[in-house]
């Protein structure tokens, strides 16, 4: 009887627990809800002699995202980034507000890929034709924030910060090792010598041919990005370069002697010479919008029935349907609708992907050229649009290429991996099988390809390629024999993609949403973004219908790769795509 009162007891305590948690979690979810209707709601006010501070210490995506929610134990929320859509929106209308003062780039923590740094770059230059002046100021400069910087007009540094130049580096990590102690092989089928997916699997370093393509890539990122820097600084090329590789420019004293920056400030010192600017006399006169609140009020357009679609590609390419990164079914689905609604004149396909599925890619591409055929369709390239992504930015009327894009990759390979002594030695479980054909597990991952899969696979991997080349070929206009020889899986940066016919012209999303108004001969329109997200408030509804509220916890970048890596060598298929680890800084 004992043990039963206790049983009743440690029951009563457990749903009374349940209870707590589940009321604090509802309370949370209203409040999550409440904040949210009353900071879409929320009016934003630009008085005279306002400051617009562009701080971007959040990672930029291609698009604002509506809201992500984050649950934890005690507490609901909805993580809200501006993404470079609004970014761009917020600059150029902040050049025709009269009550935009200045622009202050508070570049302390930046957090933007290259490509993305140089449309905001490039939106910035366009900003000081307005005759409105740029501050910049940073605790520490990264290399990409110090190139931003250099748009603006006077450039100041902490005392105790660097601005440390040292040129580009591009990292790989290899997994070689790490398989053979695990006793897992990795069968590596592929065309294209520059096709460097495959080498974390199968070697500890980089091959001769890859380290080319990677110091290609980055040698030419970085003379591009060297050279603007001395034009906006009027600094001698050699010199810095010189400055550079005797790393004479790791401190801000550094900087200053050599013309990197304007002056040394603390944060202090920075805001009384924002103040002499604006002409007040302390720091609480002083008037300031953010990015994130400024933009609800650049977001308003034009009103007019004639449309152009941005249809955003983000991701990795796969087969399926779902609404994390870009899968086949709903990215057709998309496709086919803007075909059949007349109002969308004309579509801007912005992609920013590392590729994928081969057979997602062309399922993609098909519904593209379906759509070309009809409708102008001009490809944005973004900070990747390579392999996958690159065959589904082919069949456009025009390709405008991002400087700093990582592009090209044209090859395909396969991967399919032999655990079985991996799970035989280290965990003990055997696999075996009984089978109506000698090829009848095929593609299997617990024992070893025959010869005649090896065979199957590889003819499965030249076909694949063979029909990339041709399609590249004939929307680019190119022989298909010099496809091949760009092609090769090797990877290229937009400033080379357009010598090589790649792509057309050098630019980004402005650029292409210009080009494809003019292919459509349009003067007023209004844009529209696809696929369309779910706003907050359907995700919190969702979640609660569904019962499905999780905790969400952010993993390391390091152990996002491992988990990428596993997915990878357990899954055996076909792909085009680029590696999926590399880092360049």
């Known amino acids: 009887m004992k043990n039963f009162f206790k049983m009743v007891l440690a029951s009563f305590v457990g749903v009374l627990i349940a209870g707590i948690i ?39 995506a291609e698009r604002t995202k509506s809201g992500q929610l984050e649950v934890g134990l005690t507490a609901v929320s909805m993580t809200h980034y501006i993404g470079l859509n609004d970014i761009l929106k917020t600059i150029d209308h902040a050049a025709i507000d009269p009550n935009i003062e200045m622009v202050y780039l508070d570049l302390s923590e930046m957090q933007a890929g290259m490509a993305h740094v140089e449309e905001i770059r490039a939106a910035l230059e366009k900003f000081k034709e307005s005759g409105k002046p740029i501050i910049a100021y940073g605790d520490n ?23 440390a130049l040292t040129g580009l580096s591009a ?24 096709k460097s997916a495959v080498e974390p699997f199968i070697t500890d370093k980089m091959s001769n041919e890859n380290r080319e393509q990677y110091l290609t890539f980055i040698n030419t990122i970085w003379g591009y990005r060297l050279e603007k820097i001395c034009y906006a600084r009027q600094i001698d090329y050699k010199k810095i370069h010189s400055l550079i590789d005797n790393l004479e420019l790791l401190t801000a004293q550094d900087a200053l002697n050599n013309g990197l920056v304007d002056a040394l400030f603390y944060k202090d ?42 249809v955003y590609a983000d991701g990795e390419i796969n087969m399926g349907k779902g609404e994390a990164e870009i899968t086949a079914w709903n990215f057709a689905n998309t496709l086919r609708a803007i075909r059949n609604d007349d109002a969308i004149k004309a579509v801007v396909f912005r992609v920013n992907s590392p590729g994928g599925s081969a057979q997602a890619s062309e399922i993609i591409a098909r519904e593209l050229s379906l759509l070309k055929a009809q409708k102008p369709v001009v490809v944005s390239m973004s900070n990747y649009a390579a392999s996958g992504g690159y065959w589904i930015s082919a069949p456009a009327d025009k390709i405008i290429v991002n400087p700093a894009s990582l592009t090209g990759s044209i090859g395909v390979f396969g991967v399919i991996p032999n655990i079985r002594k991996g799970l035989n030695n280290h965990l003990g479980i055997t696999v075996d099988e009984a089978k109506s054909n000698t090829a009848a597990d095929y593609p299997s991952i617990t024992r070893p390809l025959t010869t005649r899969e090896w065979e199957a696979t590889q003819a499965t991997v030249e076909f694949i390629y063979a029909q990339f080349i041709e399609k590249v ?9 010099q496809v091949d020889e760009i092609g090769q899986g090797r990877i290229w940066s937009g400033i080379d993609a357009v010598k090589l016919g790649l792509a057309d012209e050098l630019g980004g999303i402005t650029e292409a949403i210009a080009e494809a108004a003019a292919l459509a001969g349009l003067e007023n329109y209004r844009l529209i973004e696809l696929p369309t997200e779910k706003t907050p408030l359907e995700q919190i509804l969702e979640s609660l219908t569904k019962g499905n509220i999780a905790v969400k916890a952010q993993a390391p970048e390091q152990i996002q790769t491992m988990e990428r890596f596993l ?17 360049v800084n």
């Open 567 to 583: 997915q990878e060598i357990t899954e055996p298929g076909v792909y085009a795509r680029l590696p999926y680890d590399i880092t």
């Open 473 to 481: 070929a004939n929307s680019r206009n190119i022989p298909a024999a």
């Open 269 to 310: 010192e920075l805001l009384d010479e924002l103040c002499e600017l604006s002409g007040v006399t302390s720091e609480e006169e002083l008037a300031m919008v953010d990015v994130e609140n400024y933009a609800k009020v650049a977001r308003k357009q034009a009103v007019s029935r004639q449309r152009i679609a941005i």
């Open 141 to 163: 400069y990264s290399q990409s924030a110090y190139y931003l910087a250099t748009v603006a007009d006077r450039i100041y540094l902490n005392p105790f910060g660097d601005a």
């Open 22 to 60: 589940g009321t604090i979690m509802l309370i949370s979810v209203v409040g999550a809800i409440s904040s949210l209707f009353s900071s879409d709601t929320e009016p934003v006010t630009v008085k005279p002699n306002t400051i617009f501070r562009l701080m971007l210490d959040h990672p930029v």
């Open 171 to 194: 990292e790989v990590t290899f997994y070689k090792g790490l398989l053979e102690k695990l006793q897992i092989e990795v069968q590596i089928i592929r065309h294209g010598k520059f």
